[in-house]
């Protein structure tokens, strides 16, 4: 009787885990269920789409065809509404049922919502799926002011969309910065000055207590905390995820705010394994649990699940992930965990070029590049390896710093 693995979740987690299985396993039977309405798309490109930069057609990744051809059994539009990690069993909202050996959780999250009032009129979006950045490219497109809540990656692309589009819109942010947990004020300066050339003008110290509404229910101003009203015809809210744990609630497997994995991607459930954003996983590079839900990094641990879940113990997931912002004249980088250590590091190493190393127990754990990437080649590397670079934290700021310039050390 051949090997069933079930997939749950078609993000690049669980597709690369379905064509990993498929490779490892020709004779198996894979089937992935989720509950969009089509494959696997590219999510770092949807943002290009609604600014209006991209067609549809480069977005999309895999088709039906592709996992027919693979013979992988594919339902879309399909939610799992329980799971028997008893009997092995995963039940769906039309009350199929689905037998695997092992199963693969990759789940991810749902945009958190404002609990403000009217924080679910219309004009008011969240931006996470294909279907999102469709219904955001149509309303901003008719939209003529616009405003923004959220200060951190998500929410600078409603920025960018915003600007792209010729829709002046206020940034309302909670602190004094954009990203302030992973930034300083020099640094985040450099993307507020990038965001008013745009027409997205920074608002610190705000928010959104309450969006008020025209006759029709469609959003019509936000107001703030400190009383200001702000006119717009198109909201986006970007505040963080809510990560889909509920599946599992009611059986043993552990949660803490994802679904707790080892560096294999295996649960505390022998057979079920976790991927992609709704993992906190055991981060080998970091020396502690983490999460991470960066396009290459759920990519990897799809990856490294499938091979697991093949052969349990076959691979680790070591991985220093990273994120770029494509929005500005300039490039910007964040790799690893930027907002996690005890200390940090910075410099301005040029005219519109600025870094940013944290670090824990004396070795690097994240970071942030603006305007000159080519030293994150070097810091990665002193990631994986976990080396201590606590006494030389101004070679790690140089202009050009490679590895090689830093002297050997013991750690202390």
């Known amino acids: 009787m051949s090997e069933s693995y079930v997939i749950v979740g078609d993000g690049v987690a669980g597709s690369s885990a379905a064509e990993t299985l498929r490779e490892e396993r020709p004779d198996a039977d894979i089937t992935v269920i989720t509950d969009e309405g089509e494959a696997l798309y590219n999510r770092i490109l949807i943002k290009e789409f609604a600014k209006g930069k991209l067609p549809e057609a480069p977005i999309s990744i895999h088709d039906e065809e592709w996992y027919a051809e693979r013979d992988i059994d594919l339902r879309l539009n399909t939610l799992v509404v329980d799971i028997d990690v008893e009997s092995d069993e995963i039940r769906t909202h039309e009350e199929e049922v689905f037998a695997y050996d092992s199963l693969l959780l990759a789940i991810g999250g749902t945009p958190q919502q404002l609990p403000v009032e009217n924080a679910d009129a219309d004009g008011v979006h969240h931006f996470w799926t294909f279907q999102d950045a469709r219904r955001i490219k149509e309303s901003v497109e008719d939209a003529d002011s616009g405003v923004i809540v959220g200060a951190g990656l998500l929410g600078i692309d409603f920025a960018a969309i915003c600007g792209a589009q010729d829709v002046e819109a206020k940034y309302l942010m909670r602190g004094d910065s954009w990203w302030r ?205 976990r080396r201590y670079v606590g006494d030389q934290t101004d070679v790690l700021m140089e202009e050009g710093f490679s590895v090689d310039d830093l002297a050997q050390t013991s750690e202390p």
């Open 181 to 385: 947990y992973a930034l300083s004020n020099e640094g985040a300066e450099i993307m507020h000055e990038a965001m008013r050339e745009r027409g997205a003008e920074p608002v610190f110290d705000s928010g959104a207590d309450r969006f008020e509404v025209d006759e029709d229910g469609h959003v019509e101003a936000a107001i703030d905390p400190n009383g200001e009203r702000y006119e717009c015809d198109f909201a986006g809210v970007a505040i963080g995820l809510n990560f889909n744990t509920e599946i599992v609630e009611d059986t043993p497997v552990e949660t803490d705010d994802g679904i707790l994995v080892d560096e294999y991607m295996r649960t505390n459930v022998d057979n079920v394994f976790a991927a992609g954003d709704i993992t906190e996983f055991n981060d080998l590079v970091l020396g502690d649990r983490a999460q991470n839900g960066a396009w290459g990094s759920a990519k990897e641990q799809g990856t490294i699940a499938a091979r697991n879940m093949v052969e349990y113990g076959a691979e680790e997931f070591r991985w220093v992930s990273s994120y770029s912002i494509t929005h500005f004249e300039f490039p910007f980088l964040s790799f690893g965990h930027p907002t996690l250590g005890d200390e940090s590091v910075e410099a301005t190493t040029g005219e519109g070029e600025w870094r940013r190393l944290a670090l824990k127990d004396g070795r690097i754990v994240g970071g942030v590049l603006i305007g000159d990437l080519a030293p994150q080649s070097a810091y990665k590397q002193l990631m994986r390896e």
